[in-house]
């Protein structure tokens, strides 16, 4: 019988890193009344064990995540083909079947499992989001937004936190609007940090009309973005160009079909962007932004000598990336969330320096020195 398998955040991605990977054999045996429940239950077996390859006897231990049994429901999707290399009918009807199973990459069926996507989420502290697409309509000469309006709402049905769109639109007017509407990343995280998010998806759209086709207008529209981080500027997606092309009897109609066309596919690709490069993170290690305030620069160089010092448990490399005014910024590769971090500084502090967390936001850390 397949079990329902608890596994840590870490472990769960390392499974999403393996159906990411490329296609891999499996034997496993399966147990059934007849021969297809047999066939059935190995398929499922494959795909546990495929889990079990990337997971170590430790990740299984720690902070532990009950993983949905959704995944092992889609072992059909997951198994590309199978071949029976044995099987026998027991005294007591009981078949037992061997299969070599071929399992692959199904991002699709990943991102349709809910619960997967949200235990994601949570690992990655919830980021919240805010959209900033700059839409020119050559067809109606009118201010739109048709495509910012279908990526807040795809983001939204596949569980990311987004801010309300009526906070965002509530600053148009002020400089620092306008100038992140025009691609300015810096402008565009003052806003983000004014709004309590954490990451924003930064774009433009363009519909123009292809002509006429019997009668009706071609609908055309590029669409381009990328998601940057608020905090540290880093760029975790980006789609040059998607392009949709509708026709309808109405030019209005047949440009809106286009751009929504164009925004589907660019949320999907910049959540499929997402969704690997997170599941990588939580497979391996994150990089952790450290501010400290109230620094001089005898005690910029013991913290830095501290974190090198893998004294923490969790950090694998830690170096220094500024000190100015009294403020000392560390960037540190730890292998777990940057709340983890924040708690290991605390329970374990320098002993050269009174270190005290005072903020924590996404993966920046911020804390003070206390004299």
Known sequence: MIKRITVQFGAIFLFLSFLFSQSSTITAEGFGMTEDAAIEQAKRAAVEIGIGTVMSSETVVKNSVLFSDNIY???????????????????????????DAVVTEILDEVLKDEMAVQTLLNAMNRPKLIFMIREENL????????????????????????????LVQALKGEADFTQALAGDVTAASKIASMLGADIIVIGTAKIS??????????????????????????ILAIVPQARGKKPHISATTAGINAVNEAAGKLGADIIGQLIRKWSTQQANAINVFLV??????????TLGTYLKSQMVP????????????GVAEYQILFEGKSQDLAMALMQNPPE?????VTGLSGNRISAQISQ
């Open 209 to 234: 009309s292809g002509g006429k086709v019997y009668n009706m207008t071609s609908g055309q529209a590029d669409v381009n973005g990328k998601i940057v981080r608020a905090d540290t500027g880093e």
């Open 314 to 325: 969790g950090i694998q490399s830690a170096f220094e990336k500024g000190f100015n005014d």
């Open 352 to 356: 050269a320096v009174a270190l005290q």
């Open 139 to 166: 067809i109606d000469n009118v201010p739109s937004d048709f495509a910012e309006v279908k990526l807040v709402s795809m983001f939204y049905d596949k569980g990311f936190d987004v801010v309300d769109r009526q």
């Open 292 to 301: 400290v305030e109230n620094v001089d620069f005898m005690s910029y160089m």
């Open 73 to 99: 429901a889609k072992a059909n999707g997951f198994v590309k083909t199978f071949t029976v290399t044995d099987k026998f009918q027991g005294p007591d009807g009981l078949w037992t079947i061997t299969i």
